[in-house]
């Protein structure tokens, strides 16, 4: 069966500091997957998503960037985080013609 | 217009009841809808997906896509204080690249 692993679970950071939240995916091959973001009672925010190794569409242009090095890995990455940029992040996966399947989230504060 | 919309809530039904979600979408491109329940603090949970017109049953829980009216619903029957939670609707398309949208998520309070 198919497992997605998110980490780490929360995250407090410094503002300017870097941020890499990492994610992967197993027991399955050549998934779409992408990264979400929910701030404090909203709802989910799609920031990212890929098809397939270093192809990266992004839907909210910030100082966040996402990269795919290898088919089931989805890296989410920030250069210096910005107060605005705390909520909660979820990564998932889904085929073609499936329903997502989300991570456990990561819970970022930026302080 | 948002892609998909739903009521904030919070929705408070009693215990038993029968409590009913709304989801509205604004285009008529083929789609399918996907209905998730969320506790606070935690990932979304898939509770049903509905592809064509018509209604879909599983359990307690019956999902009813209505494609002319842009609505997809969610009835949950003889709700319990552990379906307390956020409903969020979602949709993809079934062309071009099948990008999952969420709605902002409806909040269902259900007293004993």
């Known amino acids: 069966s198919q497992t997605i692993h998110q980490w780490p679970a929360t995250l407090v950071q410094p503002v300017g500091s870097p941020l890499s939240l990492e994610c992967t995916v197993e027991?399955?091959?050549?998934?779409?997957l992408y990264w979400y973001r929910q701030a404090a009672g909203r709802g989910l925010q799609l920031l990212f998503y890929?098809?397939?190794?270093?192809?990266i569409s992004s839907e909210v242009p910030q100082n966040l960037s996402a990269s795919r090095p290898q088919d089931r890995q989805f890296i989410l990455s920030s250069k210096k985080l910005l107060l605005s940029d705390s909520g909660f992040y979820l990564c998932?996966?889904?085929?073609?013609?499936?329903?997502?399947?989300f991570g456990q989230g990561t819970r970022l504060t930026v302080v | 217009q948002k892609e998909v919309e739903q009521n904030s809530g919070p929705l408070s039904v009693p215990e038993g009841a029968i409590a009913s979600l709304n989801c509205t979408y604004s285009?008529?491109?083929?789609?399918?809808f996907f209905w998730y329940r969320q506790y606070s603090g935690k990932s979304p949970e898939l509770i049903m997906s509905?592809?064509?017109?018509g209604d879909k049953e599983d359990g307690r829980f019956t999902a009813q896509l209505n494609k002319a009216s842009q609505y997809v619903s969610l009835l949950i029957r003889d709700s319990q204080p552990s379906d307390s939670a956020t409903y969020l609707c979602?949709?993809?398309?079934?062309?071009?690249?099948?990008?999952?949208?969420f709605g902002t998520g409806t909040r269902l309070l259900v007293s004993p």
């Open positions: 998932a996966w889904t085929y073609t013609d499936t329903e997502a399947f």
């Open positions: 027991g399955t091959s050549n998934p779409n």
């Open positions: 890929s098809v397939g190794i270093g192809q």
């Open positions: 285009d008529r491109v083929s789609q399918s």
């Open positions: 509905i592809y064509s017109n």
């Open positions: 979602a949709r993809r398309r079934n062309t071009g690249f099948q990008k999952l949208v």
